[in-house]
């Protein structure tokens, strides 16, 4: 698939069919986001991989009852490996760019998965504190986003998004 | 040309020839961005166009004296509008989400001036309070990233990644 096209019909999938999706796959895409760019390639993502019915179901409940998390087949957690970041760059590092980092490898995934004829939906609001407990991640290492995974079952909507003139600043803000 | 392979191959460019980007390719990179999901819509960014030599020169100046800011024909200047999501969502509207939104719009920014045969560098390290200077930006607009962007004259290095081994977890950390 195109990446302009892919960039473009790209949208936010919440309901998924029950098929599997393979570990070839789950590699593809994991593959996908750590070739994200990071302040001083310092690559402070980790990904944790969650099949299990229960602990789904978990991660559903810290993401403020979202069933259809639950739903998925796979999800994926991605946290911020603060360390990391942390001895490069101190606050700077924990506060803006571990957040930046994995947020550009989330969108990799997110065009991967795409590409490979799956849908995901990247979920933020959650209690990170039940989610931390869920996956037993060291005090260093903050779940940052869930992503639910799965061959879409509905044809998502199409959410409008601003004009191009209303973003667009020439020279100064 | 194909995401993955786009994903794969991008690059940060330091280094660029001095032809000018046309009008259409910088809308059709705003275009890519604004593509990016973000929490709740609320589409949190701003993009200032900047190509006037001297404005380019202090923004390079905020960064930490990267001259090569300045030897880019388009410098955009990422953005988030944390009114946007303070509304939506408070403080981790402000704290996280903005930051992410911004982020993933920027990820797709660079793969799309990857795919226009452009080269484009993430650039984190400057001192916002002299970029909102530069730019004129209100105190709810928040300078987050530095991109400069053009017609690549080097050939960009290989940077390692970290192994999948080291960065997939199963089921728990």
């Known amino acids: 698939m195109d990446v302009l096209e892919a960039i473009e019909s790209r949208r936010s999938i919440r309901a998924f069919k029950r098929n599997d999706i393979s570990e070839k796959d789950v590699r593809k895409l994991i593959n996908a986001a750590r070739q994200a760019p990071s302040a001083g390639n310092i690559q402070p993502w980790e990904f944790v991989i969650v099949k ?17 998390i639950s739903q998925a087949p796979v999800v994926i957690v991605v946290c911020a490996n603060e360390t990391r970041s ?76 601003r004009p191009l003139e209303d973003i667009i600043h020439q020279e100064t803000f």
């Open 52 to 68: 299990d019915p229960e602990r789904k179901q978990q991660l559903s409940v810290a993401a403020l009852n979202q069933t259809f």
């Open 86 to 161: 942390k001895l490069g760059y101190g606050n700077r590092g924990v506060n803006l760019y571990c957040i930046q980092d994995t947020a550009a490898a989330i969108e990799n995934l997110l065009l991967a998965a795409h590409a490979l004829g799956l849908g995901a939906c990247w979920v933020g609001a959650f209690r990170e504190e039940i989610a931390r407990d869920v996956l037993n991640t060291p005090v260093h290492v903050r779940p940052i986003a869930i992503i639910p995974i799965g061959y879409p079952s509905k044809k998502p909507t199409i959410r409008a998004r």
